[in-house]
T-cell receptor
Framework: DARVTQTPRHKVTEMGQEVTMRCQPILGHNTVFWYRQTMMQGLELLAYFRNRAPLDDSGMPKDRFSAEMPDATLATLKIQPSEPRDSAVYFC????????????FGDGTRLSIL | AQTVTQSQPEMSVQEAETVTLSCTYDTSESDYYLFWYKQPPSRQMILVIRQEAYKQQNATENRFSVNFQKAAKSFSLKISDSQLGDAAMYFCAYRSATGNQFYFGTGTSLTVIP
């Protein structure tokens, strides 16, 4: 089965460090989403792309977060500088972009900022 | 924006019994899709079932079925013959015909008692 691939699966780093999370969407999927999941806030949409163009990044703290799609096979989410409150599980999801298409999720990156 | 409400933070069911998880949503749209996702402790988000709003027939997938009440804006998930592997967090989600975003509920944690 085709899957969304996220790396790394776990990341522990100190406050102030740059963090980069990567996502390889399913081949042929043209819409990519980044979510953050915490116990307190649940699933929050951070940003999403259609055909590599950012459509909405209103969920991201702009001063420290950035999301890009350098090409159709790679999406990145960067945090610089990282803070302890950024500790969460970050999910990438992709879909075909059509009406009713389900999202396919990666396994997530568990990020811990010390 | 659309909202999705899951009013049951936690549910439990005896193995082999049936359980129903509730979901309501708020929308002014007539065309949309609804989804249930399962998130086991491994944290992978797995699509369980989806329902098109214009279809009156309730979707079924093996032991999983939905009760879709469009007028009441209700979309409950029924799990029959519950198994230990069904223990997970279950998320209800909405996707409109006109937008790209998914709107997720806060989740229901299901425990299956042996």
């Amino acid at each position: 089965d085709a899957r969304v691939t996220q790396t790394p699966r776990h990341k522990v780093t100190e406050m102030g460090q740059e963090v980069t999370m990567r996502c390889q969407p399913i081949l042929g999927h043209n819409t990519v989403f980044w979510y953050r999941q915490t116990m307190m806030q649940g699933l929050e949409l951070l940003a999403y792309f259609r055909n590599r163009a950012p459509l909405d990044d209103s969920g991201m703290p702009k001063d420290r977060f950035s999301a890009e799609m350098p090409d159709a096979t790679l999406a990145t989410l960067k945090i610089q500088p990282s803070e302890p409150r950024d500790s969460a599980v970050y999910f990438c999801a992709s879909d075909l972009g059509g009406f009713g298409q389900p999202q396919h999720f990666g396994d997530g990156t568990r990020l811990s900022i010390l | 924006a659309q909202t999705v409400t899951q009013s049951q933070p936690e549910m439990s069911v005896q193995e082999a019994e049936t359980v129903t998880l509730s979901c309501t949503y708020d929308t002014s749209e007539s065309d949309y899709y609804l989804f249930w996702y399962k998130q086991p402790p491994s944290r992978q988000m797995i699509l369980v079932i989806r329902q098109e709003a214009y279809k009156q027939q309730n979707a079924t997938e093996n032991r999983f079925s939905v009760n879709f009440q469009k007028a009441a804006k209700s979309f409950s998930l029924k799990i029959s013959d519950s198994q230990l592997g069904d223990a997970a967090m279950y998320f209800c989600a909405y996707r409109s015909a006109t937008g790209n975003q998914f709107y997720f509920g806060t989740g229901t944690s299901l425990t299956v008692i042996p």
